[in-house]
């Protein structure tokens, strides 16, 4: 996906393994962007401020680039996480890391997992694996994330309601 909205909307299902899903996505025309590697990411927050509000900051590391993420609530959908989203490169993370220390944040959350990019022209697909199972990411607009779940043959019931966030707490991991 070229242009990023600055509304994230996608959907996470759960899926067995990620393998068998490369070879899905390339037939329905997706190419990958970055192979399977390693992301780690990093939840800051300053006395639950961030966290009270339903909003999120993140910086992550994945495919030899930094990034900082603010994410605001969530807008109530019954199959899609739909919330406000700004992203941008980040230059140097260490300023970064003491620049959020000095304005009172702190690391809440760290979380690893691998992996991997796929692109098409609507849709952004990410296939993850983390310490509690394998995960397909579809990120765009609503129709052609719908369309994209259905082609690949897996049903609403897949969908993860949960961020990783969410996921890495109720795995003892937060």
């Known amino acids: 996906m070229k242009h990023k909205s600055p509304i994230e909307t996608e959907l996470k299902l759960r899926i067995p393994a990620t393998g068998p899903y490369r070879a899905l996505l390339e037939a329905l025309g997706f190419h990958e962007v970055h192979p399977a590697q390693a992301e780690v990411s990093v939840l800051w927050d300053r006395n639950g401020e961030l966290r009270a509000t339903g909003s999120a900051l993140r910086t992550r590391s994945y495919a030899g680039q930094s990034r900082l993420t603010w994410k605001g609530p969530k807008v109530p959908d019954p199959i899609l996480k739909i919330r406000p989203e700004q992203e941008s490169g ?23 997992k691998s992996r991997a990019v796929w692109e098409r022209a609507e849709l952004e697909a990410c296939l993850d694996e983390t310490p509690f199972g394998c995960y397909l990411e579809l990120e765009g607009e609503p129709q052609a994330i719908r369309a994209a779940m259905e082609s690949l ?21 937060g």
């Open 153 to 173: 043959g897996l049903a609403p019931d897949r969908a993860e309601p949960r961020s990783y966030p969410e996921l890495y707490a109720a795995h003892g991991l």
């Open 90 to 112: 980040i230059e140097n993370p260490e300023a970064l890391d003491a620049i959020l220390r000095a304005l009172g944040y702190a690391p809440v959350l760290r979380m690893e």
